[in-house]
Nanobody
């Protein structure tokens, strides 16, 4: 049974930083992609960032580029999201997700991911 456990959420003032971490266990495969999504109240789940197997294969939604950095450790089966210069609009529940296989260019679609964490709340106060 594949499990994803997230940690690192919390309350921070605008301009501050948080680091989210996600550890995968119970798996027998190497994920094609590991990513982060977020969902604010009343809104759809939104792609934030994703990392492919190889170093440098990272992708971001435009709104977080230059502020967030995703990193993946294949040996430890972990993925992290360093979030700097946080804004109130970054407030959401953040979910870690893993895709076993993925169609080219589909890393931003929630339906491409097979396993999800339970979510961790990030709240940015103004």
């Amino acid at each position: 049974q594949v499990q994803l456990v997230e940690s690192g959420g919390g309350l921070v003032q605008a301009g501050g930083s948080l680091r989210l971490s996600c550890t995968m266990s119970g798996h027998t495969f190497s994920p094609a992609f590991m990513g982060w999504f977020r969902q604010a109240p009343g809104k759809e789940r939104e792609f934030v960032a994703a990392a492919g197997w190889s170093a440098g294969s990272t992708y971001y939604v435009d709104s977080v580029k230059s502020r967030f950095t995703i990193s993946r450790d294949n040996a430890k089966s972990t993925v992290s999201l360093q979030m700097n210069s946080l804004k109130p609009e970054d407030t959401a529940v953040y979910y870690c997700a893993v895709a076993r296989f993925i169609r080219t260019g589909a890393f931003g679609s929630p339906s491409s991911y097979d396993y999800w964490g339970q979510g961790t709340q990030v709240t940015v106060s103004s």
